[in-house]
C-alpha cells in the first residue's frame, strides 16, 4: 500500500527566502507526481506534474524533482512571496493504470512573512 | 481557462437525509473523480468514472454513495443516507485522454451534517 509522507509539516518564513518542501513515497513504482497548491477552505490546484521519466519541472518560481529509486520529491520555491502561503500537497496514482487514483500526502502549511 | 465547478460550495443537512453534490467537469476531458476531506485528514480518493461506470472505489465507497452523469456535463454523488461522518469538503476532478496523469479540481463541496 502506498504512503506518502511530508517534512516539515509546518514552515514559517520572511518573504524572499528560498525554500524546499519534501515528499516521500514508500512505493517508487509510480506513473507520475503531481503537487497542489490548497488555499484555506478551497479546492486543490495543480502546481506541477512531473512524469516518472522526468527528474524535474520548472514553472516560474517553482521547481519540483524526481528521485523514483529514493522514493523522493522536492518541490523548491524561490524568492518566497507572502501570496505563496497555502498548504502544499503531493500525490502519486497508486498503480497500475489508475492514473487519476491519487494517494495524497499530509501537506505541507507554509507561511510567508512580509 | 477551463476549470470544473462544483455546487453548492457548501450545504448543511440533517443526518439521515439525501444530498446530492453537482460538478461539471472540464467539457473534452474523459475521467471523473470525487475525493474527500474531512476536516484536518488527508485527501483520499472515493471513486473513478470513465466511460459512463465506476472504473474503481474506494472502501470508502459503500452502498450508501452512488455517482451518475446524467447528461453531457454534470457528474453528481448522491450520498442516500448521511452520516456524521461525512461532514467533509468534497471534490470532483477530472483528467484529459492523454492528458498523463495530470488532475484538476474544484473548488470543493463543504457538506456539514448534523
Known amino acids: 500500500k502506498q504512503e506518502v509522507t511530508q517534512i516539515p509539516a509546518a514552515l514559517s518564513v520572511p518573504e524572499g527566502e528560498n525554500l524546499v518542501l519534501n515528499c516521500s513515497f514508500t512505493d517508487s513504482a509510480i506513473y507520475n507526481l503531481q503537487w497542489f497548491r490548497q488555499d484555506p477552505g478551497k479546492g486543490l490546484t495543480s502546481l506541477l506534474l512531473?512524469?516518472?521519466?522526468?527528474r524535474e519541472q520548472t514553472s516560474g518560481r517553482l521547481n519540483a524533482s524526481l528521485d523514483k529509486s529514493s522514493g523522493r520529491s522536492t518541490l523548491y520555491i524561490a524568492a518566497s512571496q507572502p501570496g505563496d502561503s497555502a498548504t502544499y500537497l503531493c500525490?502519486?496514482?497508486?498503480?497500475?493504470?489508475?492514473?487519476?487514483?491519487?494517494?495524497f500526502g499530509q501537506g505541507t502549511i507554509l507561511t510567508v512573512h512580509p | 481557462e477551463p476549470e470544473v465547478t462544483q455546487t453548492p460550495s457548501h450545504q448543511v443537512t440533517q443526518m439521515g437525509q439525501e444530498v446530492i453534490l453537482r460538478c461539471v467537469p472540464i467539457s473534452n476531458h474523459l475521467y471523473f473523480y470525487w475525493y474527500r476531506q474531512i476536516l484536518g485528514q488527508k485527501v483520499e480518493f472515493l471513486v473513478s468514472f470513465y466511460n459512463n461506470e465506476i472504473s474503481e472505489k474506494s472502501e470508502i465507497f459503500d452502498d450508501q454513495f452512488s455517482v451518475e452523469r446524467p447528461d453531457g456535463s454534470n457528474f453528481t454523488l448522491k450520498i442516500r443516507s448521511t452520516k456524521l461522518e461525512d461532514s467533509a469538503m468534497y471534490f470532483c476532478?477530472?483528467?484529459?485522454?492523454?492528458?498523463?496523469?495530470?488532475?484538476?479540481f474544484g473548488e470543493g463541496s463543504r457538506l456539514t451534517v448534523l
Open positions: 500525490a502519486v496514482p497508486r498503480g497500475g493504470t489508475s492514473y487519476g487514483k491519487l494517494t
Open positions: 476532478a477530472s483528467m484529459g485522454q492523454g492528458a498523463f496523469g495530470e488532475l484538476f
Open positions: 512531473i512524469q516518472s521519466s522526468q
